[in-house]
């Protein structure tokens, strides 16, 4: 169900009843001379405030005046940083992704920030890293200096510590495969979306005039998979939800130096190099509000330091198609899903090498149902 009528919703109830207990003044939550405990505390709400997230995931274990950690599933966690008056400045998700060694690390996988008055989010896909074909330590501690590690300070973060501690088992060897896609219904979206259709330019020129009808198709086939399509698990979807059109070739470019969007004024989609917290990824997206519910641009840049084909390649090449399915659903309002039972789904936080991302899984086609075709019923 899509909340735009201002109710709070059980996040809401769950967050006041644990500030009230846990963060009464002199208790818990130690003061920092520059921040008025409590007041402030109540006030730092998170930029996803209004998320419909899967609510046994969603569980608040730490919060401090100025800075609040919220641990999503699978170790994934959210940490909001807020000024002197509660507002939120910054808000990081960190998420834990293999390394080619096979260990994992906490790498950004989500940031809000306000940029130009605009709220700006920023979405960070990652896969398998095998297949980056850069200097992948370099990278890898620009986007870890990008991140916010957990609040360690309060009590509360050893519970942090032993819930990733429980989640890791149990998604460590997950499949990222077809599991559960045509059955699991967890979406993460907020009432953030667009007003009438999205379209979309493509920059093409970094690659070379051989490769554009390629690369131009397989972006349009990601848009595409969110319509005109009754895929294998028997969903239809229809062009009236939410129309999306590729508008044409552009010079215009998604991003300058790799981490922030260049608002053109125009939907982007190209190719190219990805820094800050976007290094290492395969693809980021960038949205911004435009000062309302609405958002005022989507661009995506795919990475091209990674290896890609149309049709993954384990584990050298990614699929086009199914990473612009993924920014796609970015582009169009949808959040990534950590739950282990989501790894079919095409907003699942980690692309895998097969081609689950061109079709939609129950979960994606009721985020695109929610938003779009119900919405405010
Ligand atoms: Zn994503």
């Given at each position: 169900m899509v909340r735009n009528d201002g109710s709070r919703g059980r996040g809401w109830l769950l967050r006041t009843f644990l500030v009230g207990v846990i963060c009464a003044p002199a208790l818990v939550c130690a003061p920092s001379p520059a921040f008025a405990v409590g007041e402030a505390g109540s006030k730092c709400s998170s930029f996803d405030e209004r998320s419909q997230r899967t609510a046994s995931d969603d569980v608040l274990l730490v919060d401090r005046a100025w800075r609040r950690t919220q641990y999503l599933a699978a170790g994934a966690y959210v940490t909001t940083e807020c000024d002197d008056v509660g507002r939120?400045?910054?808000?990081?998700?960190?998420?834990?992704?293999?390394?080619?060694?096979?260990?994992?690390?906490?790498?950004?996988?989500?940031?809000?920030?306000v940029e130009d008055g605009q709220r700006v989010e920023v979405d960070v896909t990652r896969g398998d890293m095998r297949a980056f074909r850069g200097d992948l330590p370099r990278v890898l501690a620009e986007a870890e200096a990008a991140g916010l590690p957990p609040n360690r300070s309060s009590k509360l973060?050893?519970?942090?510590?032993?819930?990733?501690?429980?989640?890791?088992?149990?998604?460590?060897?997950?499949?990222?495969d077809y599991l559960n896609k045509c059955s699991d219904t967890t979406a993460s979206y907020t009432n953030n979306r667009w007003w009438t259709g999205f379209g979309y330019y493509t920059n093409w020129n970094s690659l070379g005039a051989s490769y554009r009808t390629d690369f131009t198709n397989q972006v349009m086939a990601g848009f595409h998979t969110w319509q005109f399509r009754t895929n294998y698990c028997g969903f239809s979807t229809s062009p009236e939800w939410i129309a999306t059109a590729w508008l044409g070739d552009t010079n215009a470019v998604a991003t300058n130096n790799g981490s922030t969007p260049v608002n053109n004024g125009i939907n982007v989609v190209?190719?190219?190099?990805?820094?800050?917290?976007?290094?290492?990824?395969?693809?980021?997206?960038?949205?911004?509000?435009?000062?309302?519910?609405?958002?005022?641009?989507?661009?995506?840049?795919?990475?091209?330091?990674?290896?890609?084909?149309?049709?993954?390649?384990?584990?050298t090449h990614f699929d086009i198609w199914g990473v612009a399915a993924h920014e796609a659903g970015h582009a169009l309002g949808a959040g990534d899903l950590y739950n282990g039972s989501a790894s079919g789904q095409i907003m699942y936080y980690q692309a895998g090498f097969n081609e689950s991302g061109r079709y939609l899984g129950a979960g994606d086609r009721r985020f695109l149902y929610d938003l779009y075709a119900n919405y405010g019923n």
């Open positions: 939120p400045i910054r808000e990081v998700t960190m998420a834990l992704y293999p390394l080619p060694d096979g260990s994992r690390t906490y790498l950004p996988a989500r940031t809000v920030h973060s050893k519970a942090g510590a032993a819930t990733r501690a429980r989640l890791r088992p149990r998604h460590r060897k997950r499949a990222l190209d190719f190219g190099y990805l820094g800050g917290g976007c290094a290492a990824a395969l693809a980021c997206t960038w949205k911004a509000l435009d000062g309302g519910l609405g958002y005022a641009y989507a661009n995506i840049r795919l990475n091209w330091d990674y290896g890609w084909s149309i049709g993954a390649q384990a584990p």
